[in-house]
């Protein structure tokens, strides 16, 4: 996600992803530093720098389902 006051924070679960994916997710976190919305003038800007950002928005949304369980799930308290 991005913050409006400029910080990117990221989750761990990206690490299992494919790296096109990856920096899909960091391309659309980045082009929120200029356009805080997903308007149009948003998906433009991404698709200068992500021609393909369509494809992998699909694929990012069927690449979650194959993270490992153990990565979603936070430790108890205690371990």
Request: glycine residues 6%; charged residues 25%; hydrophobic residues 45%.
């Amino acid at each position: 996600s991005c913050s409006r006051g400029g910080t990117i924070s990221l989750n761990l679960r990206l690490m299992f992803l494919d790296p096109a994916l990856m920096r899909h997710v960091m391309l659309h976190e980045l082009c929120h530093m200029e356009r805080m919305d997903h308007s149009k003038a948003f998906w433009a800007l991404l698709e200068q720098h992500d021609p393909d950002w369509r494809n992998h928005r699909r694929m990012l949304r069927a690449a979650w389902k194959r993270i490992p369980g153990w990565v979603a799930c936070p430790l108890a308290p205690g371990m």
